[in-house]
Structures are given as structure tokens and as C-alpha cells.
């Protein structure tokens, strides 16, 4: 089935469901492949499960900004990321998951490694994910907290 979604070509997000443990798995090699940004920007996955996203952003010099703190952007990045990967793991099996509203709060620069964990406050129509980033310290340096929808792919051809 070929669906579109506002002219960009949907694949269908496989997500499997483990009957013994009653829960929805998806593996990081799923989410590259779904959402290439994600290891565009170098997310690497630690934990994903529906209760919670776990994942790490190395700092790196292309990704600072002045002071050598990794740029604003880069954390929404890996926050949006996160949050996107817990929504989808939280919705209906085959729906692909999009950003309605995103709130970030920086707290503090992170000068090192970073981990984002992301868990679902609200699952519905539209599920809240708050996202926590820490740095290698685990001092907290940036909070997210993002309204998440899921769509449906509809069957179509391109227009």
C-alpha cells in the first residue's frame, strides 16, 4: 500500500508486538531508517520502549555553538527525535508520528556528552512526552515537552 501525506510518500512504520511481555518493539535500524535526521544528527538509541526513549548525542564541534556548548537546536533535535520514537510506540500500530506543539527550556550549557530520556505523560490522540537532557554529569540541561499526534497513512496514489 503506497500512501501520501501532503505530497511526501509515507512508509508504513513496522513496529512489532512481543505477546509474552504485551509490549510494542521497535529497533533503532527501524527509526534510521524511518527518520534519517536522527542518524543524521547522531543519535545513538540506548533504551526504546514504550515507558520510555533513551538516547545519547555525542558533543561534537559541528554541534556547538558559541562557548562550545551544543547548540539549542541539536538538543530540540535529539528531544524531537526521542519524543517521536515514545508517541509512535504509544499509538496505533502502522501511524506515523508528528510534532504539533514542542516547549524547551534550557537550563544549562552542555559541554559534554548528552542523554535524552523521554517518557509519555498523556497517551491519546494526542500524546505529551516530556523529554529530560542531561549532561555527562548528570546535571539537567535542557526540559521538553512536546504534544505528539499520530496519522494515519491513507491508501492513494502520488498526486
Known sequence: MTAWVNDV?????????DRSSRVLTLDAE???????????????FDEISA????????HD?????????????ALMGLADVCAAVCAALNGPTGAAPATVE???????PAHTDVV???????????TVVEVDVHDAGGELCARVTQVVTTVRPRAGSQP
Open 9 to 17: 510518500k509515507l512508509t508504513p512504520l513496522t513496529i512489532s508486538f
Open 30 to 44: 527501524e527509526v534510521y531508517a524511518l527518520a534519517p535526521y536522527a542518524k543524521t544528527l547522531g543519535v545513538v
Open 51 to 58: 515507558v520510555s526513549v533513551r538516547a545519547t548525542l555525542a
Open 61 to 73: 564541534h559541528s554541534l556547538s555553538t558559541v562557548g562550545g556548548g551544543l547548540h539549542g537546536g
Open 102 to 108: 514542542s516547549s524547551t527550556y534550557f537550563l544549562r
Open 116 to 126: 535524552a530520556t523521554a517518557v509519555p505523560l498523556r497517551v491519546g490522540r494526542n
